[in-house]
Every structure is written in C-alpha cells, then in structure tokens.
C-alpha cells in the first residue's frame, strides 16, 4: 500500500491558536494535497503543492514539502470554531492521475 | 457549479446481492476514482480510471469491479456483497490528466450489507 500517514490523528486547540498537521509517504509523487471534510459531508480540497515546490499559501493555510525527508505539513493560522474537521493529505502519481489519502487528523477548535 | 453525483445516499443489500453504484461527472475530467472510508482507515482506493474503458487497481480491489464506458460515468460494482464491504463509499474525478489534480468529491453513499 502507499498509504502514508497523518499526525496526529486527533488534535484539540482554542480558538485564535495555530492548527498543525504532519503528512508522511512513502514514496515518490508527483503532487501533495490536502483535503477538508465536515462530518458527514463530502471531501473539499483546500491546497495543492507540487513535488517541485517547497511551501505554498491560501489564507490562513501554510503548506510545506520535504521531498528529501517524503513528508509535508499544513499550518492553520489563527483557528475558528469553524476550522473544525478532519483534514487528509493526498499523495498523487504520474500513474493516470493516482490520488492516495492518508487517515486523516480531526481537529476540534474550541470556542 | 462542479458536479459528482452519486445515484444513492444511502443503499441497503443483502448478503450475496450484486450491487451497483453509480457516479456521474459534469466537469469533462478524464481520471475518476473509488474509495471507501472507514473509521480510522481514512480512504482507501479501490479503483480508478483515467480514460474511458481503462481501469487500475487500487489498494483493496478484491471483492470489486469497475466499469467506465462513458467518460462522465464511473460505476463500482460488488459482485457478491459481504457484510466486509459496509461501508461508506466516495467517487471523485479529477483534473490534469497522468499528472492528476485537484480531485472533486461526490457526497457519499453508506451502503450496508446485511
């Protein structure tokens, strides 16, 4: 399998604080994304980075690459109630498109 | 407005039925996918197609089989349902061709098997 893994699987903050998520894989992409999803709702995604590209910003979204170590992070700035939900990064292939998601982080932002 | 509409929300099989479920694109994209999610699994590729007629396996293709004849529409089929495969399943398509991109995601359908 070429599932990776996300760290943490679960994490709770206040409202205001910095939200961080880990991302590793296991093996050469072509693309990392990550990807939104409300309970019980469909995925959205937020933010692509290339293989050839080291950071990337949306918003208050912060996306980092490290080919070398195969691993990336998303950074939520300044959290709200509303950032609350489980975020899965995505591993993509130049094999037609492959798209390979890790478990996911659910994160709970307090009020 | 981007659009993946799967044909159920929520299906209820017996053991042994053959299921069907559909999904139907309206964005023209070329690569399409199934995945199922379980608790603490995340999603998990159970196959996928870049063009019409070609398909790949994913990570858990056994008990499964696919079928594209259309370019919008990606069907999954379970031969023999088992009470192994309740879960909930998701259909995506996606952009940029052998490179892949952004993937957009239908809302679901939890299918139990009984």
């Known amino acids: 399998s070429q599932q990776g893994e996300e760290d943490p699987q679960a994490l709770s903050i206040q409202e205001g604080e910095n939200a961080t998520m880990n991302c590793s894989y296991k093996?050469?992409?072509?693309?990392l994304q990550w990807y939104r999803q409300n309970s019980g709702r469909g995925l959205v995604h937020l933010i692509l980075?290339?293989?050839?590209?080291r950071e990337k910003h949306s918003g208050r979204l912060r996306v980092t690459l490290d080919t070398s170590k195969k691993s990336s992070s998303l950074l939520i700035t300044a959290s709200r109630a509303a950032d609350t939900a489980s975020y899965f990064c995505a591993t993509g292939y130049n094999q037609g498109g492959k798209l390979i998601f890790g478990q996911g982080t659910e994160l709970s932002v307090k009020p | 407005d981007v659009k993946v509409t799967q044909s159920s929300r929520y299906l209820v099989k017996r053991t042994g039925e053959k299921v069907f479920l559909e999904c139907v694109q309206d964005m023209d994209h070329e690569n399409m996918f199934w995945y199922r999610q379980d608790p603490g699994l995340g999603l998990r590729l159970i196959y996928f197609?870049?063009?019409?007629?070609?398909?790949e396996k994913g990570d858990i293709p056994e008990g499964y089989s696919v079928s594209r004849e259309k370019k919008e529409r990606f069907s999954l089929i379970l031969e023999s349902a088992s009470t192994n495969q309740t879960s909930m399943y998701l259909c995506?398509?996606?952009?940029?061709?052998?490179?892949?991109?952004?993937?957009?995601f239908g809302q679901g359908t939890r299918l139990t098997v009984v």
């Open positions: 995506a398509s996606s952009t940029g061709g052998g490179a892949g991109g952004e993937a957009f």
């Open positions: 980075i290339r293989s050839n590209e």
């Open positions: 093996t050469s992409i072509n693309n």
């Open positions: 197609s870049y063009d019409v007629k070609m398909k």
